[in-house]
């Protein structure tokens, strides 16, 4: 009796560890600009405003040849070029602090802003 109840709760421990999560997946954000003038950073077709620190995927549409998108903030600076209509990927680790992405050749207009807290 003892034996079959050792054994049932091996069998749970194994059952609750092969269902157990390993890691939980990166978040992915979606920068877009172009292919009019508009620029925009979502995550799950939200707006991006605010973020908690850490390690992001960023899917980067560039589409437009007259446009880029260019992000920087706390150990961030990373653009497309403005020639070439393209989907970049992106793996950042965002800290603390704000973060802002233009489009160089328009940055009077297209422009944007969140903050990593």
């Known amino acids: 009796m003892k034996r ?5 709760a091996l069998v749970t421990a194994v059952a ?14 979606v ?14 077709g939200k707006k991006v405003t ?12 560039d589409k437009s040849d007259f446009h880029n998108f260019h992000l920087t903030g706390p150990g961030v600076n ?10 970049k990927t992106w793996t950042v680790k965002l800290r603390k602090g704000t973060y802002r992405y233009v489009c160089d050749p328009h940055a009077s207009s297209m422009k944007g802003s969140f903050i990593v807290r």
């Open 4 to 8: 079959i109840f050792a054994l049932l």
């Open 16 to 29: 609750v560890v092969a269902v157990a999560p390993t890691s939980a997946a990166t978040p992915r954000l």
């Open 31 to 44: 920068a877009t600009v172009g292919p009019s003038f508009t620029i925009t950073v979502k995550k799950a």
């Open 50 to 61: 605010r973020l908690a620190p850490g390690t992001y995927t960023i899917s980067v549409q």
């Open 78 to 87: 990373k653009k497309t070029s403005v020639d070439e209509v393209a989907t």
